[in-house]
């Protein structure tokens, strides 16, 4: 089945700072990227996502790069404020059916004022 | 966008009793729910595939006869946790894919299960 590695697991960056979260999968059917940022004890809130047709997606501050061939997506945070501090988690899934989302383990982004 | 309610948002049981957690896909029909579970600092691990009408497809490693879901309507699925004991303890949070949008899935709020 489906495996997703995220990396890194915490990350800290002065206000301001560009953030670059990565995640790598092994299902090479799999075609549908979401990411999701969590606060604490509240519900995972996507924010972006991105097809295997496009290999590139900006939305304002936040980017999502995607590399089929090499089977992995990043994203990118550029600007960032306190409040995007977070765990933020990649997942992957193929379109279509039941469309199952395998998650990563999740990045925490500490970004300091 | 869809909205995903759950209930109750935190529930506190005794070892040995079971406890129902009900998800609701509030503006949209939702054929397919998902549940999942999440431990502290620890990432979403899917525990069951709701379908409307048919049995629940479990994970791996999922005892089906301790984790019951039904999906009665295609607003409402409900997970039981069976003779819940302490290390049941978790943040169950159930998704659903967002109407005529298949692909995107929505959170529900999550239910914050202590068993004592």
């Known amino acids: 089945g489906e495996n997703v590695e995220q990396h890194p697991s915490t990350l800290s960056v002065q206000e301001g700072d560009s953030a670059v979260i990565k995640c790598t999968y092994s299902?090479?059917?799999?075609?549908?990227f979401p990411w999701y940022k969590q606060e604490l004890g509240k519900r995972p809130q996507l924010i972006i996502d991105i097809r295997s047709n496009v290999g590139e997606k900006k939305d304002q501050r936040i980017a999502v790069t995607l590399n089929k061939t090499a089977k992995h997506f990043s994203l990118h945070i550029t600007e960032t404020q306190p409040e995007d501090s977070a765990v933020y988690f990649c997942a992957a899934s193929i379109s279509g059916g039941y469309n199952k989302l395998i998650f990563g383990a999740g990045t925490r982004l500490a970004v300091h004022p | 966008g869809a909205v995903v309610s759950q209930h109750p948002s935190r529930v506190i049981c005794k070892s040995g009793t079971s406890v129902k957690i009900e998800c609701r896909s509030l503006d949209f029909q939702a054929t397919t729910m998902f549940w999942y579970r999440q431990f502290p600092k620890q990432s979403l691990m899917l525990m069951a595939t709701?379908?409307?009408?048919?049995?629940?497809?479990?994970e791996q490693g999922v005892e089906k006869d301790k984790f019951l879901i039904n999906h009665a309507s295609l607003t409402l699925s409900t997970l039981t946790v069976t003779s819940a004991h302490p290390e049941d303890s978790s943040f169950y949070i159930c998704?659903?894919?967002?109407?005529?949008?298949?692909?995107?899935?929505?959170f529900g709020p999550g239910t914050r299960l202590t068993v004592l």
């Open positions: 709701s379908n409307e009408g048919s049995k629940a497809t479990y």
């Open positions: 998704s659903a894919n967002g109407g005529q949008i298949t692909d995107t899935q929505y």
């Open positions: 299902d090479s059917a799999s075609n549908y």
